[in-house]
């Protein structure tokens, strides 16, 4: 089996090392007609806006599109679940283009902004009874996104119960609900739609590969009917020069540094500096 890893920003390359750990190859795509030589799709996290005016001018949401209409297996994590919604909030201004496809509004920032990231256990059944093991499953949320609907198709695999205590951004206009004046709050944190899968936590980085076995069963469920004939060997491509420009800069917990320094790597988030606890990221529109 071979699993495409879209690959123009974020943490493609963690996916890719979990199906390698798996025994299956992962390859990056790039263009819209590597898409023909895989069976499924992996949309890793990292910054969907970024994601999405890279996939514009690689003119990519066409065949995107076509691959999740024609029902093969895709899974976004974190910014590829928004990038699969049908319907997303808290965007920039100006909006973005999704691919689209997973009935369900997201909402982009809901857990706040890159220094409210943070890790929590969240209860999954449906991967326990399929895959085995805890109960739980380890969340790493980046200035992860929430799903706040979803459609009659859309089966939910796992909530988290907000804290009271966590700053909600309740619109894309910023306004903070401060400590203690939110009830607690209960939001989607992973759906599967037939072949569609969608988490808003990072299952890649972490040691526990029971997400991706249950995907690879998704996708062999549905049938490895593409060629291998033409895979595009990993890191063959190079994006090219990024067209944007600096908008922002903050500094995140140590946890994700692995995270943003590969992130560096397509050019589109640059200058890190790494530090002991913290580093400097910067977000370029
Ligand atoms: N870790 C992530 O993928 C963060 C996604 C981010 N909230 C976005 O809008 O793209």
Not at 135 to 164: H, K
Request: aromatic share 8%.
């Amino acid at each position: 089996m071979v699993v495409g890893v879209l690959a123009l920003q974020g943490s493609f390359n963690e996916h890719i090392a979990v199906l390698r750990r798996l025994g299956v190859k992962g390859v990056e795509i790039k263009k819209p007609e590597q898409l023909d030589n895989v069976s499924s799709l992996i949309i890793p996290g990292g910054e969907s806006t970024t994601m999405a005016k890279l996939a514009e001018f690689h003119k990519l949401f066409p065949a995107l599109r076509e691959f999740v209409k024609i029902g093969k297996p895709v899974w976004g994590t974190c910014a590829g679940l928004i990038f699969l919604a049908d319907k997303a909030v808290g965007q920039k201004q100006g909006g973005q283009e999704l691919v689209g496809g997973l009935d369900c509004t997201v909402h982009r920032n809901f857990f706040g902004s890159q220094i409210q990231s943070f890790e929590a256990d969240v209860s999954v059944p449906e991967l326990a009874s399929k895959e085995g093991g805890p109960e739980t499953f380890r969340g790493v949320f980046i200035r992860a996104p929430a799903i706040l609907e979803v459609g009659p198709e859309v089966e939910v695999l796992a909530d988290y119960l907000v804290p009271s205590n966590k700053v909600l951004y309740s619109s894309s206009t910023v306004e903070i609900q401060e400590e203690n004046s939110t009830p607690e709050k209960k939001v989607i944190v992973a759906v599967k739609q037939g072949s569609l899968l969608g988490t808003a936590f990072h299952p890649e980085l972490t040691a526990d590969t029971r997400w991706h076995s249950y995907f690879l069963k998704m996708a062999s469920e549905v049938g490895d009917g593409a060629s291998s004939s033409s895979i595009v060997a990993v890191g063959e491509e190079d994006p090219g020069q990024s067209p944007f420009t600096i908008q922002q800069k903050g500094s995140v917990p140590h946890f994700t540094m692995a995270y943003f320094s590969n992130m560096a790597s397509p050019g589109i988030l640059s200058d890190i500096h790494t530090g002991s606890d913290s580093f400097e990221w910067y977000v370029i529109d």
